[in-house]
Structures are given as structure tokens and as C-alpha cells.
């Protein structure tokens, strides 16, 4: 039997990368899986990559849009009848160019990245705890970054969005640990994923693949796999015990002082 055999799970950003992983895993362990993401294209690719006899659908949604969050809610509880799981995934860099310092920063940025990454988590916690009050149990996983606990993994709006993730796993947890509810985040270091494309096809293009996390304790980039890993741990009942935390999950990246010239 799989760790999630009879359970629903609702996995945002599945259309590509950590998502995909998520989604993926999730299916094979036995879950039944509701997909949504803004990329029609990559929720197909990643339900012709599912499991034979996976139970799924998957729907187009803007998380940062609360009403488009409801009906995805509704289909799957219609779908469903409960929802066991919610893997907050989705997420945006930046809708400009670069890290620019902050004096340079455009409000609408900020606007666009918050009301993804942390106005979306929050929208959809918002709308599934209920649903999770009513079984009392249940288990969310946030996806922040380590972008959220240090400079220099992310320009200033999205490593403040992922900050405010974090603390928004945290006071989550509190309000509703005692519905039976564990919320808790990982912080993923550099990863190939979707979002991270033009930083690695920028390496490859200038000979610089070999730097890619070349800055983390174990020398390397990450998989979504690797990701999706501790996604699934802290869903399952093997993190029944843990709640409000947040698990970086970056080669080491946060263990040491990471300043340019230290590692080689």
C-alpha cells in the first residue's frame, strides 16, 4: 500500500517542475490528485506522464485570484469528497530582469510576486482548511525558498514573498494545530525547473555550467524529485509529529556562510 492510498491532494505550479515531481509522486503512492497551475500545456504533459490508473484531473487557475481558488476547491471536493493534502507550489522570480537594488524596485512587481507566492498560499489555506476542520486532519505543505531565510538567492520582492511564507506556515500551524491540521514549508535551494530556466541556460550559454550550485556544501544543483521528496514527508503520516516548520532543502547552501570567494 501506498503512504497516500484513499487520500485527495490538491498540488498548485503542477504544470512543470516541483509541482510535476509533487504531482507525479503523490500519484503513485496512491493519492488522488487535482493539478492546477496557468500552464494548460504543462498540466497535459504532466498527466500523460501519471501513473496507469491514477486518479486525477486538473484545472486552469490563477492562485492569486480568490474566486478562481474557490471553484478549484469546490471541483475537488466535488471530485473527491475531502481533501487530505495541499502542496502550495506555485510560484513566480520576478516579472522584470535581474536583482535590481531596491531603489530600482517597481511597486507592480512587488505586487505581481506577493500576490502569487504568498497571497495565493495564503488563498488557498483560506478555502481548503475548512474542508480539513471538518475531518479534523490534514496536512499543507508551503513551498518557500532559501531565498526566505537569506540575501542572495533572490531578488528583493520574492525572497520577501518567501519570507512571508515562512512566517505564514508558522502562524498557520498555530490556528490550526488544534484542528488536527499540521502546516509546514520547505525552502528549496537552486533547482532546474521552469522558473529557474534562464539562470541555467544563461550558465550554459557562457560556459559557466560548472558554478551551478558550486556555492552549496554538496557541490551541486537540485532535482524537483528531490524536492518533491520532503514535500511528501512532511504530507504524510511519517511527519505526523511536526508542524509549523520550515525544512531547507539546498545541498547545505544554508548551513555555512556563503559569500562569493568562499567556495570553491
Known amino acids: ?56 484531473l486538473f484545472r486552469l487557475v490563477d492562485v492569486a485570484d480568490e474566486a478562481q481558488v474557490k471553484k478549484l476547491v469546490s471541483d475537488a471536493m466535488d ?56 475531518c479534523m486532519c490534514g496536512s499543507i505543505v508551503n513551498t518557500a525558498s532559501v531565498a526566505g531565510i537569506r540575501s542572495g538567492a533572490g531578488g528583493n520582492a520574492y525572497s520577501a514573498s518567501k519570507a512571508g511564507v515562512i512566517n505564514l506556515t508558522m502562524t498557520a500551524a498555530c490556528d490550526l494545530g488544534v484542528h488536527n491540521i499540521r502546516v509546514n514549508a520547505v525552502c528549496p535551494g537552486l533547482v532546474e525547473t521552469g522558473m529557474t530556466k534562464a539562470v541555467f541556460d544563461y550558465a550554459r550559454t557562457h560556459e559557466k555550467a560548472h558554478k551551478l550550485g558550486a556555492r552549496c556544501e554538496l557541490r551541486r544543483y537540485g532535482d524537483p524529485e528531490e524536492i518533491a521528496a520532503a514535500i511528501l514527508f512532511f504530507a504524510s503520516d511519517d511527519a505526523s509529529y511536526i508542524t509549523g516548520q520550515a525544512l531547507p532543502v539546498d545541498g547545505g547552501n544554508t548551513a555555512s556562510l556563503n559569500l562569493p570567494g568562499m567556495k570553491v
Open 79 to 134: 471530485a473527491f469528497g475531502k481533501i487530505d493534502v495541499l502542496c502550495n507550489i506555485a510560484g513566480i522570480a520576478s516579472t522584470g530582469k535581474g536583482h535590481p537594488p531596491v531603489i530600482e524596485n517597481e511597486r507592480d512587481e512587488w505586487d505581481t510576486v506577493l500576490a502569487v507566492n504568498l497571497i495565493g498560499t495564503m488563498l488557498l489555506i483560506k478555502h481548503v482548511a475548512p474542508h480539513m476542520q471538518a
Open 1 to 56: 500500500m501506498g503512504r497516500f492510498d484513499g487520500r485527495a491532494a490538491i498540488v498548485t505550479g503542477a504544470g512543470s517542475g516541483i509541482g510535476r515531481a509533487t504531482a507525479l509522486r503523490l500519484a503513485r503512492e496512491g493519492a488522488q490528485v487535482i493539478m492546477a497551475d496557468t500552464s494548460e500545456l504543462g498540466l497535459v504533459e504532466t498527466g500523460n506522464l501519471m501513473p496507469e490508473g491514477a486518479e486525477y
